[in-house]
DNA sequence: ATGAAAGCGCTAACAT
DNA sequence: ATGTTAGCGCTTTCAT
């Protein structure tokens, strides 16, 4: 039973109101009286009751405010699951999570729903940032006014924030780059099909999968990338054109989105058996083509967890003032294949 | 803003006690009154408030105890971590957690611990069972006196427990098989250093192994299996005697504990580099020989999470009534590699 | 600057 | 069987 913010009034000769207003640096208290109560609180090893505090504070309910680019991208869909499952342990400490869904990455778009969340008041974001100074600009001046910043899933240089969570996207590729080896037996002859090249992270992917290739197994190399923009009919139509073109080549990577209509363009040409195909993460159609034997791996990233917590975290920073000890949280990347996912 | 229990008492036209008895079962209710409050409960859609609830209950303390097969086998470090983390947020809800570690799988001496821990009094029990009849009985025996019991890592039959948390043990197996598949290019001629064959899940294990090779790997087979305890020194005797013996091997699998002495014989016979190795979960010997390279992959289970787990939802269990929907609860297994790790 | 007191939503001891 | 009340540890008015 540690001790209790009574017990520190008592032994102080001071009342729970000025204990309390000591402890959280709140004003109006005597500058010598604030010392003591500091000290006996540590050396006794007092640590406040989350619990308590939380209902004490439960009249005016904190907000914690989500943007996410979800739509129509299923990889999101454990992120929001772990998003909504740290909003249910929340709830009852009065802390409320309000999530806004978008499509796509555009700046203007993401600035607004940034704005309408600030608008009904708010003192926390979680946000998968677009590459733009924009957005940057705007959230280090939400950090500006006390609100605490976390971004997931997507880093964004230059922003304030508490932590970016989500994974080492050199890692990634790195990782990709040895499974490549392993399963092709060091020769890969390899078309990738990308994101965007404006996305810092999709870049990294690519250069670390290159570089392990490159050190590991100089029999193989890249041969082609394209860029699908996480949609599956350019993705169809590309990854179609680069098969043609490169019949050389005997191993695909699906670095993001538009494994659909890759995989489409894939079996129209009879290729299905005849390549190493391997993804990133666990849409459906993924787990469904692994299950087939069709891919031969993928990389997850641990959705859930990221949802999960970058939410935590502000928690935490809002109702315990208490800061990760790092900057970056990067989460676990996982290889998954037939028999383990 | 959801309603309170004073709500509820002022809509059925009663006290906030006979509310509190209704929707908790208590005795001492009016059988057509407390029809009447849970029916308001239900229509207003009422969630007990669970900080409230663990503030007002927090006089006697609630305690978790753990029974644990830490002593000596670094793999329990990570669930231990995991332990303490749930321990350490649930604190301030008035619960307490009391772990007791053990060496080894002496069923006695793991009696004796359930015994001392039931003696001092307690609410739930985490624990890795012991394969007995005496566990499986005195498991039952708590069960039926109110206490909430999960088993994990190692399951155990006849128990019933709240749930069972840990991997498939044949899903791993399989796993394993699938990887050396790939890295041997599925001409694996495999020695195995398992634990021992009294364990259900390591037996598991193994076939899972085998049944992939078979069916995927024709020209893979397991030429020997050793049972080394979990202990370095036998597995270095052992691994010796089975290195010199067959000659024909190629590939190396630790299905436990043991890693460091079996690398070592490998080392002196001059093999680290000409032996494809395997390896399970993530202890520091592991990540070292992966990160050189000695060790290709190693198949992981969720230590961290077998151990929050299990304390998250015994606390679930406790405070909020609330039974997870499955009683088997799988933790992910995930593939390591070098780059990954 | 400090103290006193009310109250967050719930439980539990005590009355009736 | 039901109502009343004190209190869990903390925050936050309102006095002083």
């Known amino acids: 039973m540690p001790g209790s913010i009574k017990e520190i009034a008592r032994i102080a000769n001071v009342s729970r109101g000025t204990v309390d207003r000591a402890l959280n640096g709140r004003p109006g208290v005597n500058k010598e009286v604030a010392k003591r109560v500091k000290e006996i609180a540590k050396s006794m090893g007092y640590k406040p009751n989350v619990v308590a505090k939380a ?10 405010g989500v943007v996410i680019n979800s739509e129509g991208n299923p990889f999101f869909d454990d992120v929001l699951a772990g998003i909504n499952a740290a909003k249910d342990e929340i709830f009852d400490f009065g802390v ?32 998968t940032p677009v590459s733009d100074s924009l957005i940057r600009d705007e959230l280090n001046s939400l950090v500006a006014d006390g609100v605490k910043v976390v971004c997931f899933n997507l880093d964004l240089a230059g922003v304030h924030y508490i932590a970016y969570v989500g994974c080492d996207y050199f890692k990634s590729g790195e990782t990709l780059g040895g499974m490549i080896g392993f399963v092709t037996g060091g020769k890969a002859l390899l078309g990738v099909i990308a994101c965007t090249n404006n ?29 699908a923009e996480d949609n599956d009919e350019i993705a169809y139509e590309k990854t179609m054109k680069m098969l043609l073109e490169h019949q050389e080549m005997n191993a695909l990577c699906f670095n993001a989105g538009g494994t659909s209509g890759g995989l489409r363009a894939v079996r129209e040409l009879g290729l299905e058996n005849k390549f190493k195909i391997f993804t990133f993460d666990m849409t459906p159609v993924v787990i469904d083509s692994i299950k087939k034997g069709i891919v031969q791996s993928t990389i997850c990233q641990q959705p859930f967890e990221q949802g999960y917590q970058s939410i935590k975290i502000l928690f935490d920073a809002l109702m315990n003032n208490h800061l990760p000890e790092v900057d970056h949280i990067y989460t676990e990347l996982n290889v998954k294949i037939r028999y383990n996912i």
Do not use: F, W
Not at 55 to 64: F, G, Q, S, W, Y
Not at 110 to 116: A, E, G, K, M
């Open 55 to 64: 209902l004490a504070t439960h009249r005016k309910p904190t907000i914690i």
């Open 96 to 127: 409320n999570v309000v999530v806004k869904r978008m499509k796509g990455y555009d700046p203007t778009q993401q600035l607004d729903l940034i704005r309408s969340l600030a608008e009904e008041g708010l003192d926390a974001l979680a946000i």
């Open 199 to 227: 996305l810092e992270g999709h870049r990294k992917r690519i250069e670390g999968c290159r570089s392990v290739l490159k050190r590991e197994y100089p029999e193989s190399r890249i041969v082609d990338i394209i860029e």
